[in-house]
């Protein structure tokens, strides 16, 4: 018997090793996992940073390279050449970056289903047939073809793959090991596959669909009257007023009505299967400049904060750069070398989203079943065929055909079902992610930019995703532009469907560079944007019917207009500003509307409250969390009877700004009525309806009445890690203000990525902070060692040094690559 059970011992024991090292399925082997040797037991890391000196000998650098580490973990790379610079850049940020680099290009690339198996199928799929792999391969191309572009990437690459080269399955990141899977050799499109990936998340909104649903349903009259093309209260990114010093390009003339409406009303509901999804309002960003006029140090004064995901590993990896051609210092793109935004000695820019109008979807008539040819200009035009293989972990390979017209692909055929809901079936999408572009050129010229002169030349070369560059210069000059690569349309092409057969539907070219929206050293003396619309009306070009809801603009613009004598610290509060005022604006609207005679309990201590409440979205408050998600409801109220199709005819919601002005001057309009109900409704019945309704769903949520209402409370922003789910590498419950509309623009999952000011003067001075830190090990004391910085809304000094040997009390080690 003692025989037998050591035997079944040993059997079992076995059985679980074997077990535990092998994959089941697209879940990964648990055992290497689990090693003492190779498992997650081996990512910890010392809990505090020793001061130190050490050299490592790598292949592909011509002269040794001098990184020096600050106390929060930025290298600072001193190189003798540029080359040797970049090779530094990519072997440090793989060092400290690489499975974010990889997972995120992967991601872009449709290849996740390499790693994580069946569940991503759909994801990828949607990610190839946008075209993101086709765009990718046109921008390495060009990326190539360039010298100086070339010997950039190829440098960075050979960086990172050098790092890879090294690396032991014991040192992998943890997410290798939880995945079970390993990295990969670098290579140049996966740079262009990142900034694919910024396109796809800052310029893939589109309207189209749901406007086509509203002009079919309900006609030209009240498209024109509840989705205007421009806003009853703006104060646009270039200021009122300012004179264009070009002879603009004759506009592409306007297709004639009836043959455009005819096309989009016959189309059928099946067509619209996929429904459309608007762009998060929450991603934007803010950047300014002040003039040398408003300074307290007599120099322009730039401040940024781009507004994105707020995500762990950080989105943005902090560096210096020191060769002979340049001395720069700021963000970078974990996987794209170079400083997307920062300074240098002479010259500091920053950059938020255009949000311009850059992908559009054309009806598409096909010969027949075979897709193999399709209507355009009285002609049958073939298409060409792009076959697309997935290896989906643990299953076999799975193969995928995309049809390309000269528009683009036909993203889903009539009758698939879409992932994302803004892309209707049936169409092929003219996207400006399509086409082929340098952007690495742009920084690259930003990064050793001198003056005004050489951020104009910079930003020539610059295409997607249209972003507005804030500039100044030790020169005083400062100058904003919103910047990009912007097709030539007639007005509101692309507001709804396209004709795909029709010719004069196409794109007919780009606006001139040059004449993209600029002005330099206002009267004024101050620059700004706050992705609010980039002109008056009286741009000669079109570039989108709608952008941001402009209260962040019209705020950050008050504030600067009354600022004198700003420091470094002036910017910083600007960017930390609470005031909400789209309650401003709409609370003497809104509180006499209300029937407040009917209100109990909690509904009537609300009502109260928010009377009484500051207008600041702060943490305590409970103000904001009312007006939040009572605006919330008032817009379902008025608009979800006329305006929600459900899946067969999705349609949209008119502009808060749109239905404020309604309230103020149309009380007896008729969409006030709530036609699923036999009674007519009135005004106050809606406005106080919606009050009550916001109540109720905070006290489910919270209880009654009592401080677990305030707006931290309930706002509740978490930076999670990227991969869904892992709670325990990421920082939930962070408690802050602000909100989607405020200029401290942080809400549940959204918020400023980077904040940055930077004083410009004989010897530049930055400051900056983002939600997480530089290593992306969670084992790591500096993984997310910056949060509570940033929820305080500090800022930290960025080591700024001249020299490799500049003694500075926050250098902490030193390593050099030999």
């Not at 060092?95 to 069946?118: K, P, S, Y």
């Not at 892309?423 to 003219?430: E, L, Q």
Request: some cysteine; hydrophobic content about 40%.
């Amino acid at each position: 018997m003692r025989v037998f059970r050591a035997i079944l011992t040993c059997l079992l024991a076995v059985g679980l090793v074997w077990a535990l090292n092998r994959p089941w399925g697209p879940a990964p082997a648990f055992g290497p996992f689990l090693s003492p040797f190779t498992g997650f037991w081996q990512n910890a890391e010392p809990a505090s940073v020793a001061e130190s000196e050490r050299e490592v000998d790598v292949e592909g650098t011509t002269q040794p390279v001098t990184v020096r580490y600050d106390e929060y973990g930025v290298p600072h790379i001193f190189a003798q050449n540029d080359a040797d610079a970049y090779f530094a850049q990519g072997f440090v940020t793989a060092r400290d970056r690489l499975w974010q680099m990889e997972f995120q290009t992967h991601a872009a690339a449709g290849r996740l289903t390499e790693i994580v198996g069946e569940r991503a199928l759909e994801l990828d799929r949607f990610n190839r047939r946008m075209g993101m792999g086709f765009g990718a391969e046109r921008a390495v191309k060009m990326m190539l073809e360039d010298p100086t572009s070339r010997a950039v990437v190829e440098a960075y690459t050979a960086g990172i793959n050098v790092y890879i080269a090294g690396l032991k399955p014991a040192n992998y990141p943890i997410e290798y090991k939880m995945l079970g899977y390993a990295p990969e050799p670098w290579t140049p499109i996966k740079c262009a596959y990142l900034l694919k990936l910024m396109t796809s998340t800052l310029a893939m909104g589109a309207d189209d669909l749901r406007m086509t649903n509203i002009l079919r349903k309900y006609g030209p009259d009240v498209v024109a009257d509840l989705f205007p093309d421009y806003p009853t209260l703006e104060s646009p990114i270039i200021p009122e007023g300012t004179k264009w010093d070009f002879k603009p390009l004759p506009v592409p003339a306007t297709p004639t009505d009836a043959a455009m409406q005819r096309q989009l009303l016959t189309l059928t509901a099946r067509s619209f299967e996929a429904g459309l999804v608007q762009n998060n309002p929450a991603i934007g960003s803010n950047n300014w400049a002040v003039g040398a006029q408003k300074s307290a140090t007599g120099y322009p004064i730039l401040a940024n904060d781009p507004h994105l995901t707020l995500s762990l590993p950080s989105i943005w990896y902090q560096v210096q750069l020191v060769t002979p051609t340049m001395n720069v210092c700021g963000v970078s793109l974990p996987g794209s070398p170079g400083v997307i935004i920062g300074f240098n000695q002479k010259v500091a820019w920053g950059v938020t989203n255009v949000g311009a109008d850059v992908l559009d979807f054309y009806t598409i008539k096909f010969k027949d079943t075979t897709q193999s040819a399709y209507w355009h200009d009285n002609q049958w035009k073939p298409t060409t065929m792009r076959i697309e293989r997935y290896k989906v972990k643990g299953k076999p390979d799975v193969l995928d055909t995309v049809r390309y017209t000269h528009h683009g692909p036909v993203v889903y055929a009539t009758g698939e079902k879409a992932l994302r809901p803004n892309i209707p079936t049936g169409h092929a999408a003219r996207w400006i992610a399509h086409e082929a572009a340098n952007d690495l050129r742009c920084f690259y010229l930003l990064n050793r930019a001198n003056n005004y002169d050489d951020y104009r030349k910079a930003l020539t070369y610059y295409a997607a995703p249209a972003q507005n560059f804030v500039f100044a210069s030790v020169d005083k000059d400062i100058a904003i532009s919103p910047n990009g690569k912007y097709p030539l349309k007639w007005k509101n092409q692309g507001k709804f469907i396209l004709d795909g057969s029709n010719p004069a539907h196409d794109w007919q070219g780009w606006i001139p560079t040059d004449q993209n929206p600029l002005v330099k050293n206002p009267p004024r003396n101050f620059v700004s944007s706050a992705n609010q619309f980039s002109t008056d009306r009286t741009y000669p070009y079109y570039l989108n019917w709608q952008f941001a809801s402009a209260e962040r603009g019209r705020r950050i613009n008050e504030r600067l207009t009354a600022m004198t004598n700003a420091t470094a610290d002036s910017l910083r509060m600007l960017q930390n500003d609470n005031l909400n005022l789209r309650a401003t604006d709409a609370l003497p609207t809104l509180l006499p509307l209300v029937q407040a005679q009917s209100l109990q309990g909690d509904a009537r201590l609300a009502y109260d409250a928010v009377s009484k409440w500051s207008r600041r979205n702060d943490p305590d408050e409970i103000g904001p969390s009312v007006f939040t998600l009572w605006t919330e409801k008032l817009l379902e109220t008025i608009w979800k009877d006329e305006l929600d199709g459900g899946d067969t005819l999705p349609m949209r919601y008119p502009s808060f700004d749109r239905t404020l002005l309604m309230l103020q001057r149309e009380p007896t309009a008729r969409w006030f009525d709530n036609t699923a109900t036999p009674a007519r409704e009135t005004i106050n019945d809606v406005v106080t309806a919606s009050f009550k309704a916001a109540c109720d769903s905070l006290t489910r949520a919270h209880g009654p009445l009592s401080p677990a209402w305030a707006w931290a409370k309930h706002k509740s922003t978490d930076v999670r890690h990227l991969l869904p789910g892992v709670d325990a590498f990421s920082a939930m419950d962070v408690l802050n203000g602000g909100g989607g509309t405020v200029v401290n623009a942080t809400t549940a999952r959204t918020g400023p990525s980077w904040r940055m000011v930077v004083a410009l003067g004989p010897k530049p001075q930055g400051y900056g902070v983002y939600p997480g830190g530089q290593s992306g090990n969670p084992g790591s004391p500096a993984y997310q060692n910056l949060i509570e910085t940033w929820r305080e809304g500090k800022l930290n000094e960025l080591v700024y040094l001249q020299t490799a040997t500049e003694q500075h009390p926050k250098v902490k080690q030193t390593l050099t690559l030999k």
